[in-house]
């Protein structure tokens, strides 16, 4: 009975036509081929492998969506008298130094806290699916965050944690436009907590300049008020000194000329005759 025994190749086996005796940087060219050729399914294999697991990994993948909203931001005064600012106009050198206040008052806790007010996201489902976060329960809660108090301050610092972690914010050099960007899971939202920083910017800026407003007309009114006094007081003081130096004359009822029962009349006269 017949029988064959195959053999594997070995290197003196495999002929690869046009490199025999070849070096390149002092790699056997025909050897190194020869391996390559040998373990052509291993090597096909695991690159199949990795190229399944990269489908896999990004089919797993949450896909994130970026929205962008733009504010621009002006660093003159406004004017509340004529001729006066209501705050002061920032000079050239000081412009960056005004943009990037601007910058980092966006993001501020107290804007995202304007933000999450605004959305009414402390205890928004939805907000938290799109963040990729989970919605904290009271019930899960102890000590002061388990009261009803305690666990409204407590989601809403937790949706402004979020909220600042999705905030970016950008401006190009010789620009005054601040580029709000806000990445989540939902394009929709993405792009709806892009415009509530911009309006909570807006509104927070808004905000400042009023109580500056209320200041100065606090500022004014108590100025006005002092000055009042004050002339009411020299009046009084004047009307004093022209009584004591007989500058004031009384005009009574049975003088010539005299008002009608009781009424009486002041007349300032001068009494240092000319000689």
Known sequence: MASSIARAPHDE????????DETVFGLDLKLLLGHIL?????????CGGFLLAGVIITMLLVPSYTAVSAVMVEDEGEQIIEGSDLSPTVNGSDTERFLQTQMDILRSRQVAGLVVDKGNLALDQTFYDAMGAELPERSEQVGAKATPDGFSRYVREEAINLLTNALAVSMPVESRVISIEVVTH????????????????IENNLNRKFNSSA???????????????????????LNQYSRAAGLIRMQGASGGGATNDGESALSITNRHSST
């Open 13 to 20: 086996d495999l002929h690869v036509e046009g490199l025999d």
């Open 38 to 46: 040998r373990n052509r399914f291993w090597i096909a294999g695991i």
């Open 215 to 237: 200041y100065a007309r606090k500022f004014l009114t108590e100025q006005l008020e002092d000055a009042r006094l004050k002339l009411e007081t020299s009046e009084h003081e």
């Open 186 to 201: 939902d394009p929709r939202y993405s792009a709806k907590l892009a415009d509530l920083f911009a309006d909570a910017f």
